[in-house]
């Protein structure tokens, strides 16, 4: 085979490794094309030179997309149905699986095979998995009712329990914290016994005795109150000890495990003291291996990473890049061997696990990291005759544009407000483009115009309000900014001057607890007639109100089961209507603004929470696009009330998405972006009868 064939073929395996279990298709081994073809791209590759692409009738078809989850390194994708931990046993990386029956199962890492299991029973609770020699324990516990008999996760002295992994035989008796709940463990050896270490409620670390059930030495109390997030245990200059992280403190220790004393080891605390700065860097996954005579390191949390390092190279061949493509926060760490080659194995909060090689570098360099600060995409606009795209990160609450034409430009930087940006929406005004974003902790409307980056007014306060979702207008000629509230009410602002263009709106005497503000837009109900505000409550309505006086239009809509979170209004011949959905209620539904009635049923097909909607034009009729945790982006026709086309697929969930016009769209799945286009030939772009 030529080598061209080779790095094809080593290729098209990443790929198809990589995407083994996508969302949407329900787990099936039959790998879609256009899912290939995507994740080809992520890897900076053409998709024909990974056999990927093909016929699709998906409306769209993607032209690039951002790398940053893109991992050369994966071995292979798992995921567990409810409880699962990670361990070693002979050597080899397993995951341990609990579902909600209580049947528990124990996987090889690599191969994905079953190697034991057996029936826990309801209400068992995994906590970690034990080393015993050649032997692998789970720990378990028990969880059972609170006060109210409720279920819940309060667990009695005493329920702790060792168990062969092979048959469910019990392993040396009972034993557990006297405060409650355990939530980290590791296996440990003192004076040559089989230990446990594992936390309380009070904040201290304890080691047990599983053959009596009795404490080892003195507890250590170096993360109280709040205790540790993570447990590990080394081999330290002949001798066995702790190392732990505190759960909010982020505070790295290293303890004997016989005598509660902490030891002064800078070695182990280093490595994991470099992980990124602030919440993102807090750690919550930690384990600690020998393999041919060099102690391994790796550990994962908020950063959705999991970073490793062989702690005697620090300086001499740089740090490793960190494993990518966890979607949640990582919760568990492994290292084991596996067919003579180590493998790092990470688990995430939603069960996902993923497998690599240690190798350093995540890629071949082909992959693109695109926009700096964009993990999801919040508003576009068309400055200067080029589109803008306007994404955030969450974790910083920095805000930037950038150019879709051109992703690895630099970004413009915009704004920041403290502990995030709960809102977006664009304005104009006399010629120029301006932004309007609303802060979660500092509660701020900022306005920036999109040309210069510059502020474009002083900040407007909202006070002991918390804003939740933005709408803008024109009102009396003037540009409006419509703020909705945690507080359940509505203001109109002009942002040129900061006052209140009209009387707060707000909640109902009735309500005992004040229904937020979940969603709001502003539409005209026709060429001529007044301008219409839609206003979304936690109560699953959504409510018009005339802008211009200031009244109510008739009553609720109703339909949704949940809190409607966006609303997107579309002109659709001489009807104006607007597309609702409401975030866990996997439909949706299309209004007409002027009657406030429902047109026809809701639309059906997400499964799972629906995190965007934008509306477009699409072979000259209108369309609404919706995207969710399911992994897909479905293209709806609203004239029609039906589905364009095929789902397109995403190898992870999608997080975000806006329209660029008619020219595309810009979607966030996973940490990644993607520019999508029109197919050339878009389903029933050729119906004439659709248009409108």
């Not at 060429?527 to 200031?550: C, E, K, Q, Y």
């Not at 929470?609 to 995207?627: E, M």
Request: some cysteine; hydrophobic content about 40%; charged content about 25%.
């Amino acid at each position: 085979m030529a080598e061209d064939e080779r790095e094809a073929a080593r290729r098209a395996e990443i790929v198809r490794r990589s995407v083994t279990q996508p969302r949407g298709t329900g787990g099936q081994e039959a790998v879609p094309g256009q899912v290939l073809a995507l994740e080809a791209l992520r890897f900076g590759w053409r998709p024909e030179d990974v056999g990927a692409g093909g016929a699709s009738d998906a409306p769209w078809a993607p032209v690039w997309a951002t790398g940053r989850g893109a991992d050369e390194r994966l071995v292979r994708v798992l995921r567990c149905v409810v409880d699962g931990r990670l361990g070693v046993w002979d050597g080899r990386p397993v995951v341990l699986d609990l579902d909600g029956r209580g049947d528990l199962r124990v996987r090889d890492a690599v191969t994905g095979e079953r190697r034991a299991g057996f029936a826990a029973g309801g209400g068992t609770r995994l906590v970690a998995a034990v080393p015993d020699g050649k032997r692998l324990l789970a720990l378990t516990g028990r969880e059972e009712a609170d006060g109210a008999g409720l279920p819940g996760r309060r667990e009695s002295a005493g329920t702790l329990r060792l168990r062969e992994v092979v048959d469910g035989t019990p392993v040396g008796v009972p034993f557990g914290p006297d405060k409650g709940l355990a939530m980290v463990a590791a296996g440990v050896v003192v004076d040559g016994r089989p230990a446990v270490v594992c936390d309380d409620r009070d904040g201290l670390v304890r080691v047990w005795d599983p053959a009596t059930g009795c404490e080892i030495g003195d507890p250590y109390a170096g993360h109280a109150p709040d205790g540790p997030a993570s447990l590990a245990v080394a081999e330290r200059d002949g001798r066995t000890v702790v190392v732990s992280v505190g759960r909010w403190t982020g505070n790295v220790r290293v303890w004997d495990p016989a005598t509660g004393r902490e030891i002064a080891d800078d070695g182990l605390t280093g490595p994991v003291r470099e992980g990124p700065p602030g919440k993102a860097g807090r750690i919550d996954a930690l384990r600690v291996r020998r393999y041919r005579g060099r102690t391994y390191i790796a550990f994962g949390g908020l950063a959705r990473t999991v970073r490793w390092r062989a702690l005697d190279d620090a300086g001499v061949n740089g740090v490793p890049e960190p494993f990518v493509g966890l979607e949640q926060p990582v919760v568990d760490v492994e290292f084991g061997v596996a067919d003579g080659q180590p493998a790092v194995v990470g688990l995430a909060f939603d069960g996902e696990v993923r497998v690599w090689r240690p190798e350093r570098r995540r890629h071949g360099g082909g992959a693109m990291d695109g926009p700096a600060t964009a993990r999801r995409v919040r508003a576009t606009a068309r400055v200067a005759g080029r589109w803008l795209v306007v994404g955030d990160d969450p974790d910083s609450g920095e805000t930037g544009a950038w150019n879709p034409a051109d992703p690895q430009a630099a970004v413009m930087a915009l704004t920041r407000h403290r502990g995030g940006v709960a809102a977006m929406a664009t304005l104009t005004e006399t010629g120029r483009t301006l932004l309007v974003t609303a802060g979660h902790e500092d509660r701020l409307i900022r306005i920036t115009d999109l040309a210069t980056a510059t502020p474009a007014y002083p900040p407007i306060d909202c006070g002991a309000e918390q804003p939740q979702c933005l709408a803008t207008a024109v009102l009396d000629g003037r540009p409006a900014v419509l703020v909705g509230s945690a507080e359940g009410t509505v203001r109109v602002w002009d942002p040129a001057t900061g006052r209140q263009l009209r009387p707060a709106l707000k909640p109902p005497r009735e309500d005992a607890v004040p229904r937020r503000i979940t969603a709001l837009a502003a539409t005209a109900s026709s060429d001529n007639g007044p301008t219409v505000v839609l206003i979304a409550r936690s109560d699953h309505t959504v409510r018009r109100w005339d802008l211009n006086h200031w009244q109510p239009l008739d009553g609720p809509m109703r339909g949704h089961r949940r809190a409607v979170s966006r609303i997107v209004p579309v002109r659709c011949g001489d009807d104006v209507l607007a597309v609702t959905a409401a975030a866990f209620d996997p439909q949706l539904w299309v209004w007409d603004v002027t009657t406030g009635r429902a047109r026809d049923m809701p639309l059906r097909g997400h499964r799972g929470l629906i995190t965007g909607l934008a509306v477009t034009r699409l072979g000259g009729r209108p369309v609404a696009v919706s995207g969710g945790h399911d992994g897909t982006v479905r293209t709806w026709d609203v004239r029609q009330m039906a589905e364009l086309g095929e789902p397109l697929r995403f190898p992870h969930r999608v997080g975000s998405l806006a329209a660029l016009g008619e020219e595309g769209l810009i979607v966030g799945f996973g940490d990644d972006l993607t520019l999508l286009r029109p197919a050339e030939r878009a389903p029933g772009s050729d119906d004439p009868s659709s248009a409108g």
